[in-house]
């Protein structure tokens, strides 16, 4: 079908006679058929009719030479500027050409669906009986396919980028052989797609379960702590144990131990070479070297015993007094310089002891 007026028709009747019989035919039928859509839709515009005649003689053309491609572009812009049965079936057969057996079935059967007034031309009634005659050679071509979607309520569903009416879902659809690209997308889920290859009077099912996005990470928001009150600053300030004396008593406790433990060492030794020597600890002397050397032992004997006992005393008597500081001691104030207890144990040959400063 063409938009070329009847006035113009003669000057593109340039081939034989019996190609310009046919040639003029098709102009007259287009004619006719587009006449009768102005009045029954909206008044196109001059230039929407100029554009609409150009386009669908370039899609005659384009059909005649086999160039499907161009044919289905120029007959489907013509009837998106004047609407015409005729255009959209010749549409059909360039689809077939290009092998799109689904969207030829589809626009077969916009042409079939389409409701002929009493008083439409006869070309108009001619091409929805051509329609029912040519739809039935392709079925066998075309492929189907089935989309559910499972998630969401309302989907919005596209198949090779064309969306899908809510309608179609789960119904068979009639679609092109070869792959296909079956998307989905709703919100607040993630989107989803998939591919299926289509065969030529094949059946296929397309699932799409669609899953809820997740839910975003709870924001933790870290408050830095409140400052300190001044006064439990203060407070704690004042209220600071100074534990110096103690371990100063503790100090003299493990040195008067260690003490105790030495000189308790030198003390057995000694008890052990009296027993050897006399066999217990009274020696009796036959010469006078013998009574000095017994004598010497039992003094070194008597020596040790007593500043191990020392000892031994000192370090107890320290750890008793670092645990009573640590109970007893009192609170003391941090901005007061604390007091330093020098002590230091001194020991001669007879004695033991501590001195020092507090």
């Avoid at 150009?54 to 013509?78: C, N």
Wanted: with cysteine; charged share 20%.
């Amino acid at each position: 079908m063409t938009l070329i007026p009847r006035a113009s028709a003669p000057s593109l009747c340039l081939f034989s006679q019996k190609s310009r019989r046919a040639w003029c035919t098709l102009v007259f039928i287009v004619s006719s058929s587009i006449s009768t859509s102005w009045v029954a839709s909206a008044e196109p515009t001059a230039s929407e009719r100029a554009t609409a005649r150009s386009l669908a003689q370039e899609g005659y053309a384009a059909l005649t030479a086999k160039d499907y491609a161009v044919a289905e572009d120029r007959f489907r812009r013509a009837d998106e500027l004047v609407h015409a049965p005729t255009l959209v079936m010749d549409r059909a057969r360039a689809l077939v050409g290009l092998g799109r057996f689904g969207d030829a079935y589809a626009a077969y059967q916009a042409v079939i669906a389409e409701e002929v007034p009493a008083k439409a031309p006869a070309v108009w009634k001619k091409a929805r009986k051509a329609a029912e005659q040519e739809i039935e050679a392709i079925k066998p071509r075309v492929a189907w396919l089935t989309i559910r979607v499972t998630g969401p309520s309302e989907p919005h569903v596209e198949l090779d980028g064309q969306p899908l009416p809510a309608s179609s879902l789960g119904q068979r659809l009639p679609a092109n052989p070869g792959e296909r690209v079956i998307s989905s997308s709703a919100e607040g889920f993630i989107s989803k797609q998939v591919k299926r290859t289509l065969s030529e009077g094949g059946e296929a099912t397309a699932e799409l379960e669609l899953l809820p996005e997740p839910k975003p990470e709870p924001v933790v928001v870290v408050t830095p702590p409140p400052p300190p009150d001044p006064v439990d600053q203060e407070s704690e300030r004042t209220g600071k144990r100074n534990r110096t004396l103690s371990y100063v008593a503790f100090g003299v406790a493990g040195a008067g131990l260690a003490v105790g433990a030495t000189t308790g060492i030198l003390w057995l030794k000694a008890r052990s070479d009296i027993n050897s020597d006399c066999g217990s600890l009274t020696c009796v002397a036959s010469t006078d070297s013998e009574a000095s050397r017994y004598e010497d032992q039992q003094q070194r004997y008597n020596t040790y015993g007593t500043l191990s006992a020392i000892g031994f005393g000192v370090g107890i008597a320290g750890a008793a007094t670092g645990v009573a500081l640590i109970l007893l001691e009192p609170k003391t104030n941090n901005d007061e310089k604390p007091k330093v207890a020098r002590v230091a144990p001194y020991f001669t040959g007879t004695s033991l002891g501590l001195h020092g400063a507090f």
